[in-house]
């Protein structure tokens, strides 16, 4: 009986005594994304980590966020960038891809950038990001340590692969030097909590398959992912059909022993039904980035056929150079869904709960981080945005998904948190010397108009 007393009065102690945590946040439209979305619910937050969702009344926050009139989801997973490329944006808009890189992007890239230009693109690529709702952003650049020093120190997740391409690049100038700086990088931030250093040969037409082999070997050496852009233009497919036996770049891929789940393929926008079930069973995760793929005229992507056919496809905006021109998630979210729409002729096709889930879960899983972030879920990592939905622009709210997806804009985006730290708070960049990274950038600007030999607006 004594013990019995004892046991209750340790319950009824326990009761009144709230735990105490990071930080709580209350009175939010949670879309958790692993199940229903919960009216005028928290999230408790401790150490980074989410400890519990929904009912949090047991939880009192060293800080506590006010999400009245708020939705609170996990932050956005681009799959797809160039973040420093930031600092070119708008230098040659309205062209076709071939031309745009062979004319105008590898040449000002050849010209311009430099360990510190990757720096300063970074930072403000990462403060945009952070305003609009990004939290873990999939890069492929060069002088790539630079991204993730910037990442890590604005607070962001990245998958930072080191580009790799078959001529001198900014950084490394022969394919050898390449390697080795890939292997110290590589080794220099893994197990790093934010930083997932990757391997990023551009493309099949533009790194031989000797190279290719190469980057394989070392990938599964380094147990490093692997992100390379596949299937993006008409001519792309033309030409690995001409060098490798009729073979689709897929197929290609496929046929050297280089696809496994640990590649992200960005683009895929002539996969057909073979290259989709072989990037099925590969486990072969795709960039989807459909404002890319529409301002360069590429296509549009099977996205409905790859998710029936059991693909991961996730959300990329691509390079803010030329090809998308800001970081923000939401735009090329909302485009997926449209373009899908108009593709199928079908305005069921994919649906703004799906979407979401793609910029969200879906993009998780591409980068096989859906056990860390993608959901918000007891035991995942903190990675959370709240949007504030009481804008003329979103007024009134039936749907929640349809307001953020169809109505809503990145600037929306009140509160950025990743593991379990806050970046914005009320639309105040918290890690980013906002002001100086823009200063710095209009320095660039006049730096890289010298280098030009044609007006970027003619
Ligand atoms: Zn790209």
């Given at each position: 009986?004594?013990?019995?007393?004892?046991?209750?009065?340790?319950?009824?102690?326990?009761?009144?005594?709230?735990?105490?945590?990071?930080?709580?946040?209350?009175?939010?439209?949670?879309?958790?994304?692993?199940?229903?979305?919960?009216?005028?619910?928290?999230?408790?937050?401790?150490?980074?980590?989410?400890?519990?969702?929904?009912?949090?009344?047991?939880?009192?926050?060293?800080?506590?966020?006010?999400?009245?009139?708020?939705?609170?989801?996990?932050?956005?997973?681009?799959?797809?960038t160039?973040?420093?490329m930031?600092?070119?944006r708008g230098?040659a808009d309205d062209r076709a891809l071939?031309d745009w890189l062979?004319?105008f992007i590898?040449?000002?890239?050849?010209?311009?950038?430099?360990?510190?230009?990757?720096?300063?693109?970074?930072?403000?690529?990462?403060?945009?990001?952070?305003?609009?709702?990004?939290?873990?952003?999939?890069?492929?650049?060069?002088?790539?340590?630079?991204?993730?020093?910037?990442?890590?120190?604005?607070?962001?997740?990245?998958?930072?692969?080191?580009?790799?391409?078959?001529?001198?690049?900014?950084?490394?100038?022969?394919?050898?030097?390449?390697?080795?700086?890939?292997?110290?990088?590589?080794?220099?931030?893994?197990?790093?909590?934010?930083?997932?250093?990757?391997?990023?040969?551009?493309?099949?037409?533009?790194?031989?398959?000797?190279?290719?082999?190469?980057?394989?070997?070392?990938?599964?050496?380094?147990?490093?992912?692997?992100?390379?852009?596949?299937?993006e233009t008409?001519?792309?497919?033309?030409?690995?059909?001409?060098?490798?036996?009729?073979?689709?770049?897929?197929?290609?891929?496929?046929?050297?022993?280089?696809?496994?789940?640990?590649?992200?393929?960005?683009h895929?926008v002539?996969?057909?039904?073979?290259?989709?079930?072989?990037?099925?069973?590969?486990?072969?995760?795709?960039?989807?980035c459909p404002r890319s793929n529409m301002m360069l005229a590429d296509g549009i992507a099977?996205?409905?056929?790859?998710?029936?056919?059991?693909?991961?496809?996730?959300?990329g905006t691509d390079g803010p150079a030329g090809s998308g021109n800001n970081?923000?998630?939401?735009e090329d979210?909302?485009l997926?869904?449209?373009l899908?729409?108009?593709?199928?002729?079908?305005?069921?096709?994919?649906?703004?709960?799906?979407?979401?889930?793609?910029?969200?879960?879906?993009?998780?899983?591409?980068?096989?981080?859906?056990?860390?972030?993608?959901?918000?879920?007891?035991?995942?990592?903190?990675?959370?945005?709240?949007?504030?939905?009481?804008?003329?622009?979103?007024?009134?709210?039936?749907?929640?998904?349809?307001?953020?997806?169809?109505?809503?804009?990145?600037?929306?985006?009140?509160?950025?948190?990743?593991?379990?730290?806050?970046?914005?708070?009320?639309?105040?960049?918290?890690?980013?010397?906002?002001?100086?990274?823009?200063?710095?950038?209009?320095?660039?600007?006049?730096?890289?108009?010298?280098?030009?030999?044609?007006?970027?607006?003619?």
């Amino acid at each position: 009986m004594k013990k019995l007393f004892a046991l209750l009065l340790f319950f009824a102690a326990f009761a009144v005594h709230a735990k105490t945590v990071d930080i709580v946040i209350r009175n939010g439209t949670i879309l958790t994304m692993a199940g229903p979305n919960i009216a005028k619910g928290g999230v408790a937050i401790d150490k980074g980590t989410i400890v519990a969702v929904g009912n949090i009344s047991g939880y009192t926050g060293r800080t506590t966020i006010d999400a009245t009139g708020e939705a609170v989801l996990p932050g956005f997973i681009n799959t797809h960038t160039h973040v420093p490329m930031v600092l070119f944006r708008g230098i040659a808009d309205d062209r076709a891809l071939m031309d745009w890189l062979q004319h105008f992007i590898f040449p000002a890239e050849a010209k311009n950038v430099t360990a510190e230009f990757v720096k300063w693109g970074t930072r403000l690529g990462a403060a945009e990001m952070i305003e609009s709702g990004t939290t873990t952003f999939t890069d492929m650049y060069y002088f790539e340590d630079e991204v993730a020093a910037e990442a890590k120190r604005a607070g962001l997740r990245a998958v930072a692969g080191e580009t790799l391409i078959d001529f001198p690049a900014p950084d490394n100038k022969t394919w050898d030097a390449a390697m080795a700086y890939c292997r110290s990088y590589i080794k220099k931030w893994q197990g790093d909590p934010l930083i997932t250093p990757a391997l990023a040969p551009h493309s099949p037409y533009l790194v031989s398959k000797e190279h290719l082999i190469d980057t394989r070997r070392l990938a599964n050496e380094l147990h490093a992912p692997i992100l390379i852009h596949v299937s993006e233009t008409k001519a792309e497919q033309k030409q690995i059909a001409e060098q490798h036996d009729g073979l689709t770049p897929a197929a290609y891929l496929d046929s050297i022993g280089f696809l496994g789940h640990d590649v992200v393929a960005a683009h895929g926008v002539w996969l057909d039904a073979d290259d989709i079930r072989i990037f099925a069973e590969k486990g072969v995760g795709v960039a989807h980035c459909p404002r890319s793929n529409m301002m360069l005229a590429d296509g549009i992507a099977p996205v409905v056929d790859m998710l029936k056919g059991g693909v991961n496809v996730g959300i990329g905006t691509d390079g803010p150079a030329g090809s998308g021109n800001n970081l923000d998630m939401l735009e090329d979210t909302v485009l997926a869904a449209r373009l899908q729409k108009v593709a199928k002729m079908d305005p069921t096709a994919l649906s703004a709960r799906k979407v979401l889930e793609m910029a969200t879960i879906g993009g998780a899983k591409v980068l096989g981080l859906d056990t860390k972030i993608g959901t918000l879920e007891a035991g995942k990592r903190a990675d959370i945005i709240i949007m504030n939905l009481q804008h003329v622009r979103t007024q009134p709210v039936y749907a929640v998904e349809s307001a953020i997806v169809y109505a809503a804009t990145g600037d929306d985006v009140a509160t950025t948190i990743v593991d379990g730290k806050v970046l914005m708070r009320d639309r105040k960049v918290l890690t980013v010397n906002v002001p100086e990274a823009i200063a710095k950038a209009k320095q660039y600007r006049d730096q890289v108009e010298k280098t030009l030999q044609y007006h970027p607006g003619s």
